[in-house]
């Protein structure tokens, strides 16, 4: 009997074994069902869009969880995302009895389903299994293992995944990032917060999202402890940005300006008119933060309706 070439090999049982997996993750019922083993030259048959097609929908299902395990037990994990199988079974200080890629599954679970959050989920924790240290104490860290991370994400699997454009900024940005919410105190002042904020940029939702859904552990009180901070976070940031956000409606020394151009003393009268002309402002009947002369030309127009005939 002939020797099987690389012609001879279809994709066509791995392409139904990721069907499959992606069925367990929105039906985990259908989990008994396993396909027929699929082989490594198999796997690497698979087109890149087949294995996006039926990957982004698991992820996006309702129960990821199984699916994960699913699409784990069938070898695609190896021949598709080695980084991601190299955290099966791979332990982490809290998690002595579990394994990272227990606590991926979770963190995936957890998140909202945007596809690009879910991404992230999967792929946040990849630079561990290379960072991993065991110091004198016995403790095991994972100093880097965000930035290791996204250098893997960067310069192996955004190719090999076929992410471009904005998916593989984002997931980049999420992998890199992903540590930064956590670390967040009450004691931080108002410029750390802004600074963070903009750093974080249009990403913010994404990054908050991540973060809450990356706090697996099984203590409640830390797990409270932890949701609280992220959620105290996210307020300061959306008091701060209303603030931000406000433009002054007027200038300052428009009243100076106005009583040097209609003759006006400091009187009632001026404060009257200066609140009128400041609602216009903030009801968007004029501009705000215009010059002073904006406002002197305005109220020249419209001296009747601001009494000043």
Not at 84 to 99: C, L
Not at 268 to 290: F, S
Request: neutral net charge.
């Amino acid at each position: 009997m002939s020797a099987v070439t690389k012609r001879d090999v279809t994709p066509d049982r791995a392409v139904e074994a990721l069907r499959w997996a992606a069925g367990v993750a929105a039906d985990p019922s259908l989990a008994d069902r396993v396909p027929a083993r699929v082989s490594p030259a198999e796997w690497r048959a698979v087109p890149r869009e087949a294995f996006r097609e039926h990957m982004d929908r698991l992820l996006t299902s309702k129960h990821p969880e199984p699916g994960l395990d699913a699409i784990e037990s069938v070898g695609c994990l190896d021949a598709w995302i080695p980084e991601v199988a190299a955290m099966v079974g791979f332990g982490d200080n809290e998690w002595r009895h579990k394994d990272v890629w227990k606590h991926t599954k979770q963190v995936v679970k957890q998140s909202v389903p945007r596809l690009e959050v879910r991404w992230g989920a999967l792929l946040h924790d990849i630079g561990k299994p290379k960072t991993r240290r065991i110091d004198d104490r016995g403790n095991v860290t994972f100093y880097g293992h965000a930035e290791v991370g996204a250098a893997m994400f960067r310069k192996r699997v955004a190719d090999r995944l076929g992410f471009e454009g904005f998916e593989r900024e984002r997931i980049h940005f999420l992998i890199l990032h992903h540590l930064r919410a956590a670390q967040y105190e009450e004691d931080w002042t108002d410029a750390a917060v802004r600074r963070f904020y903009k750093q974080m940029g249009d990403g913010l939702r994404d990054l908050l999202d991540l973060s809450r859904a990356d706090i697996t552990t099984k203590r409640p009180e830390k797990r409270r402890r932890g949701v609280k901070q992220i959620s105290l976070l996210a307020q300061r940031i959306r008091d701060l940005k209303e603030d931000d956000d406000k433009v002054a409606p007027l200038p300052k020394g428009l009243g100076t300006k106005i009583m040097e151009a209609f003759g006006i003393p400091p009187s009632k009268r001026l404060g009257d008119l200066m609140k009128k002309l400041t609602a216009a402002a903030e009801d968007g009947d004029i501009e705000g933060g215009q010059p002073a002369e904006y406002y002197i030309a305005y109220l020249s127009e419209h001296r009747d309706e601001y009494g000043l005939d």
